[in-house]
């Protein structure tokens, strides 16, 4: 596992995101989640603590709580967990890393992952494996990815090409009268070669040349069946598999052209009009068509004797 470098990046990536919410407003949001909500109603018990990795400022630590669940909480960002026991000095969370977990094996009957697994340049396995081995037998699993669906799989490789042509080339850029972006068009390349060496092929990266820091890895978007993979390799039971729809994937496409209310950063965006009727005919399609994430609901087998 290559920590140093992998964490530098994403401690700094998720501190800027982190430092412009409020803990308050995500845990006001979780009432009117629809994509992990309804899951863990519908799956996780009262009994036996449910771990949440890659929690955030830990707002579904709080909310479950709330609802007579017990919590616990794991994350990368040190700056969170601060933020997170100023107002909440009692909860259950600390500093770690989802791929080597602080915490016994069988410790957990519930696990949560929401938006996590993708930004493991090196793919989900050990992060999979680790949550099994802290999942107790008969334990559940709620796992949500960003999905490549059939829209991104069509549009994605034209974007990359128009990207690369027009946004980092600097001739490009000479000939639009903006200045070059990459200050060292060489050490970049460089860089973003031995970045891309890294990368699986099963999957869809999104990287980020950033002008002071070069190329950085974001996230991998997952095709349908990729995850059931890995799930399979490591012998867990898929409850539930389902293609999730969220409006944040018009804006990965277009921006926010199909949200009623484009002005303001909420958590929880509606779509306008068209962007409902155009929603309607994707669905139609086929719920892999336009969906935002694929959403997995996984249990450790065997059954769990308190005695043990
Ligand atoms: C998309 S956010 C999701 C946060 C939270 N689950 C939610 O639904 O609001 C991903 C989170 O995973 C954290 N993360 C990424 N890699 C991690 C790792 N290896 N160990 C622990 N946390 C990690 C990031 O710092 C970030 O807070």
Redesign the pocket.
Same mark, same amino acid.
């Not at 949440?52 to 400022?57: P, V, Y």
């Not at 794991?74 to 960002?77: C, G, T």
């Given at each position: 596992m290559e920590t140093s470098k992998?964490?530098e990046d994403?401690?700094s $990536?998720? #501190?800027e995101?982190?430092s412009a919410k409020k803990l308050q407003d %995500?845990i006001a949001s979780c009432e009117n989640d629809e994509v &992990?909500l309804p899951y863990f109603l519908k799956h996780f018990s009262k009994e036996g603590k449910i771990l @949440?990795? &890659?929690? &955030? %400022?830990g $707002?579904?630590l709080v909310y479950l709580q709330t609802l007579g669940y017990q919590t616990a909480g +794991? @994350?990368?960002?040190p700056d969170?967990i601060a933020v997170h026991k100023r107002y909440y000095p009692d909860s259950e969370i600390e +500093?770690?890393?989802? #791929?080597s977990l602080p915490f016994p094996d069988n410790a957990f009957a519930g696990y949560?992952?929401? &938006?996590?697994l @993708?930004?493991?340049i090196e793919g989900p396995r050990e992060?999979l494996a680790e949550m099994k081995r802290v999942l107790r037998p008969g334990g559940t699993a709620v796992i949500?990815v960003p999905a490549f669906n059939y829209f991104l799989r069509a549009w994605y490789p034209i974007r990359q090409i128009l990207v690369d042509l027009v946004k980092y080339n600097p001739w490009a850029r000479r000939a639009m009268g903006k200045s070059p972006l990459l200050k060292n068009t060489r050490k970049t390349d460089a860089e973003l070669q031995e970045l891309k060496s890294q990368l699986l092929p099963q999957f869809w990266p999104s990287i980020r040349i950033d002008p002071d820091k070069g190329p950085l890895f974001i @996230?991998y978007k997952v095709k349908r069946g990729a995850i059931e993979n890995y799930l399979n390799d490591l012998d867990l039971e898929i409850v539930e598999v389902a293609p999730i729809f969220h409006p944040y994937v018009f804006s990965d496409v277009c921006g926010k052209v199909f949200f009623a209310n484009p002005g303001s950063d909420v958590e929880s965006p509606r779509l306008n009009i068209p962007g409902r009727a155009l929603n309607a005919i994707f669905k139609f399609l086929s719920p892999h068509f336009f969906n935002y994430l694929y959403l997995y609901v996984v249990r450790k087998k065997g059954k769990y004797s308190s005695k043990a």
């Open positions: 992998y964490t994403i401690v $990536q998720w #501190r995101t982190w %995500l &992990g @949440e990795c &890659g929690c &955030g %400022l $707002q579904w +794991v @994350e990368i960002v969170c +500093v770690g890393d989802v #791929r949560i992952s929401i &938006g996590v @993708e930004h493991m992060t949500t @996230e």
